[in-house]
């Protein structure tokens, strides 16, 4: 079955650094679009970033942008995000999760991660 | 930006009776070329992440169960729960996938009378 797994959240200062992974199985990684969706504590859903199958294209919020870089590693099905410039409100759970249609950005998430806890704080 | 508005924010139903949500896109999800609105539904569960209940406005995701329902086109969309279960107490969000940025809606907490 298909399964995402984070993890490398943690506590880190502002203007830190932090490298979040996605480990997938269950499914044929490298034809997918990936994507990060984050959730402030007690807040809603926040897209943050995607990237194409082979890493092609890859597009990012607003509110990321030129902090964060999204990466794939299909020879060991996993997705990262490399967070840096890290501000008090990146604090939040991220998610990663799968595109549902081949091929395509415009298309709902079927499959998400547990999630991973990222808290900026001094 | 495509803002996502959902009504009400939150809702009490009792049990067995029917529960809507409301979502209002600023401007239309309705891809002309081939005639699907890119609209989804997802329901959160405290403690877990969000699952997909509706794609395409209207299309069940497999395995969610027939209760659930999902209507509309354009920029006006519905989410029906026709006989509310203990199990559906949950945040439910619409999302627009029309377009980047991907928007969500704020969200609706629905709970039992």
């Known amino acids: 079955q298909v399964q995402l797994v984070e993890s490398g959240g943690g506590l880190v200062k502002p203007g830190g650094s932090l490298r979040l992974s996605c480990a997938a199985s269950g499914f044929t990684f490298s034809d997918s679009y990936m994507t990060w969706i984050r959730q402030a504590p007690g807040k809603g859903l926040e897209w943050v970033s995607y990237i194409s199958s082979r890493s ?3 597009n990012y919020a607003a509110s990321v942008r030129g902090r964060f870089t999204i990466s794939r590693d299909d020879a060991k099905n ?9 501000r008090v409100d990146d604090t939040a759970v991220y998610y990663c999760a799968r595109e549902r249609e081949l091929d395509t950005a415009m298309a709902p998430f079927d499959y998400w991660g547990q999630g991973a806890l990222v808290t900026v704080s001094s | 930006d495509i803002v ?7 809702l009490a139903v009792s049990l067995g009776e029917r529960a809507t949500i409301n979502c209002k896109s600023s401007q239309t999800v309705l891809y002309n070329s081939n005639n699907k609105n890119y609209l989804g539904w997802y329901q959160q569960k405290p403690g877990q992440p969000p699952k997909l209940l509706i794609y395409w406005a209207s299309t069940r995701e497999s395995g969610v169960p027939d209760r659930f329902s999902g209507s509309g086109s354009g920029t006006d969309f519905t989410l029906t729960i026709s006989s509310l279960q203990a199990e559906d107490v949950a ?4 999302q627009q996938y029309y377009s980047t940025p991907i928007t969500f809606g704020q969200g609706t907490r629905l709970e039992i009378k």
């Open chain 1, 78 to 86: 996993s997705l990262y995000l490399q967070m840096n410039s890290l």
């Open chain 1, 56 to 58: 092609s294209y890859t």
């Open chain 2, 4 to 10: 996502m508005t959902q009504s009400p924010d939150s």
């Open chain 2, 91 to 94: 945040v439910y969000y619409c």
